[in-house]
């Protein structure tokens, strides 16, 4: 851990928190590029520009007087741009794994570990962009050290070393049940019986103090056999593989719209619910996977109380385990949905803890599905209701996360599915207001960085925004709407590369790919200059969205072809003219102000570009 210890030193004895946080920040992306412009608005996003930039220069004069003797490390700077040289070009937590998984370790390794993770905690309150970027990569950096760590403890190929791994894997994640059970076997098997009680004790605390639950049936029963004096067995339970969970949707045919909403939200929420425990895995229903358990629901609305029917099967011998009806699932959800995740842990031999919610909670809970459904069909005769009900959560529940990210994503386009609104800018600071307390409440909300993100896009804090979507892309690279959304923001940021990336990323699984995507893709695409492309996308997504003629035909006349150009903007506009939300019918040109009025676009040449395109379109005889 030399050259790790090393930079840690030099974390340490900087005596400036700005600078401090700014190092331990760059020390994680070696030789990375990053804009001034980015770094002071993450570090300093409450301060004016220019004496934002002030500190930012400060700050480097600090570091670099720091670094002007040190080997190895040096800060470069450059025409609005930095980066930190480093001679192993690699994260600092990079180094921290390659050197976990080559022991022995140094003495003081444990005590590095320490100061490194403790460092994600001490830095804390630096700033609330930064705060986030600590929380993810603090919990990406626990997760790589404790795979690695792990690796040297469940297949020990050295007694010895494997008891440090198990150690160090304490030191790094004190709930670490599997290191402590390999712990307590060791101390069993050399005749110490005080040293693995103990060793459980100081975990039943942990979880007890931080966690209110107990440690694993697995860890219980391992006590016992301790305190009885069983025998060892010959060797640890080889470590299983988390069983996998398929859950599926049946439609059923003649669903109304909102029927079909509501089994949507049902779907999605009993899946982010079955994710969150870390007995099973959650298998993709798009890749083929050998599965343990598949759970179907089905909504059933010819039946009284339109009931929700719920069955789990064993795929391998098309067993039925369990099948039960739910009437009114929209109602009591919240406790509803609890007893199913106990039946799914019995189908599995698996007991799943939290069966009893507070009242207020599922009363809490039963109005944010409400809400989903309504988001779920969001059109103008929902939206306001949705918002509403949205911000009346948030009052009544203000920590509940979740309603204050979905409704500043809903504020951010409202605007675009209210054709002739506009966003004021009382809205956008209600949105940024909300899509903060949401990053708040849980900086690894894949969802609230991507609506922050946008927040800062319609104020034009575009270094923020490109900030946050990186957060969102590290959380969450998989996810399409992650993909899709990220790629057209960093578009409207003028960041043309990373934005195309992400899309010929998303063309290679186009099974995950959902209409409306299309019409985002079509963006990046017609900014980045490939309006062929964006002409084939807009014909294959139609008028999904009220924004997607103007790309369409916009991309028509940059590639010659004017008189199609004309034709698809004159449907547009009629389409467009029959949701007009104001009550007087707007003249062709109003139309087209209000459709680049949308796009928060960093280059203003690049909005007025598309508006004088649209313009020789709708009259290309001019």
Same mark, same amino acid.
């Given at each position: ?458 104020? *034009?804090? %575009?270094? +923020?925004? /490109?900030?946050?979507?990186?957060? $969102? ?7 399409? #709407? ?114 680049? *009025?949308? %796009?928060? +676009?960093? /280059?203003?040449?690049?909005?007025? $570009? ?7 379109? #709708?009259?290309?005889?001019?």
């Amino acid at each position: 851990m030399s050259g790790v210890s090393y930079k840690l030193s030099l974390v340490r004895s900087i005596r400036f928190r700005k600078a401090r946080a700014l190092l331990f920040f760059l020390l994680h992306a070696p030789e990375q590029d990053h804009r001034s412009e980015k770094i002071a608005d993450v570090f300093w996003g409450d301060y004016p520009h220019s004496k934002a930039m002030a500190s930012l220069r400060q700050t480097i004069r600090q570091i670099r007087l720091l670094l002007s003797e040190s080997e190895g490390l040096a800060l470069e700077t450059r025409r609005g741009h930095m980066r930190l040289q480093c001679d192993d070009n690699s994260a600092i937590d990079a180094c921290i794994c390659s050197v976990l998984a080559t022991p022995p370790w140094a003495e003081n390794t444990a005590q590095e570990l320490g100061h490194y993770l403790q460092e994600f905690e001490l830095l804390l309150g630096t700033s609330e962009a930064f705060d986030s970027w600590l929380s993810i990569r603090n919990a990406q950096a626990t997760q790589g050290i404790a795979e690695v760590l792990e690796s040297k403890y469940t297949t020990p190929e050295n007694e010895a070393h494997a008891m440090q791994a198990a150690k160090l894997a304490q030191v790094v994640e004190p709930s670490n049940e599997v290191a402590t059970r390999y712990l307590m076997r060791h101390f069993w098997a050399n005749q110490q019986p005080n040293r693995a009680i103990e060793a459980y004790n100081t975990l039943f605390d942990h979880l007890d103090q931080n966690f209110d639950q107990d440690p694993e049936t697995e860890t219980i029963e391992l006590l016992a056999s301790i305190k009885l004096g069983e025998p060892l067995p010959d060797k640890a339970p080889a470590a299983d593989t988390p069983p996998k969970i398929l859950v599926q949707m049946k439609n059923e045919s003649g669903l109304a719209p909102e029927e079909q909403s509501l089994l949507n939200v049902l779907f999605l929420d009993l899946r982010m619910r079955l994710s969150r425990f870390r007995e099973w895995g959650i298998a993709d229903g798009d890749r083929p996977e050998v599965v343990d358990l598949v759970v179907k629901i089905q909504l059933l609305p010819q039946m009284p109380n339109a009931p929700l029917h719920i069955e789990i099967s064993n795929p391998g011998s098309n067993n039925l385990l369990w099948a039960e009806m739910i009437p009114v699932p929209q109602e009591n959800w919240d406790e509803k949905v609890r007893t199913q995740l106990g039946n799914i842990a019995n189908a599995l031999s698996i007991g799943a803890g939290g069966n009893h919610a507070p009242t207020q909670e599922a009363r809490i809970y039963d109005r944010w599905l409400r809400s989903q459904v309504l988001i779920d069909r969001w059109s103008p005769e929902t939206e306001g209701e949705a918002i509403d009900m949205l911000s009346n959560i948030t009052i009544d529940a203000p920590r509940f996360g979740p309603a204050h990210a979905e409704l500043a994503g809903a504020l951010n386009v409202r605007h675009i599915l209210l054709p002739g609104t506009k966003q004021t800018e009382a809205e956008k600071q209600r949105a940024l207001h909300h899509a903060l307390e949401a990053i708040s409440l849980d900086p690894l909300d894949t969802r609230a960085h991507r609506v922050l993100a946008w927040c800062y896009c319609h104020k *034009a804090e %575009f270094e +923020l925004a /490109e900030f946050h979507f990186e957060q $969102a892309m590290h959380l969450n690279s998989s996810n399409s #709407l992650t993909l899709a959304s990220c790629a057209l923001g960093y578009a409207f940021a003028g960041r043309h590369a990373p934005a195309k990336e992400i899309c010929d990323r998303m063309l290679s699984a186009p099974g995950a790919m959902q209409p409306f995507h299309l019409v985002y893709m079509a963006a990046v695409n017609y900014l980045g200059g490939d309006y062929a492309r964006t002409v084939e996308q807009c014909a294959q997504a139609g008028d999904i969205m009220t924004t997607a003629g103007g790309w369409h035909a916009a991309a028509l006349y940059q590639l010659g072809r004017k008189e199609e150009a004309q034709a698809r903007l004159l449907g547009y506009i009629d389409f467009v003219k029959k949701q007009w939300s104001l009550p007087d019918e707007p003249q062709n040109a109003e139309v087209l102000d209000w459709l680049t *009025a949308c %796009f928060p +676009l960093k /280059e203003v040449s690049s909005g007025k $570009a598309l508006r004088e395109t649209l313009g020789l379109a #709708l009259n290309p005889a001019r």
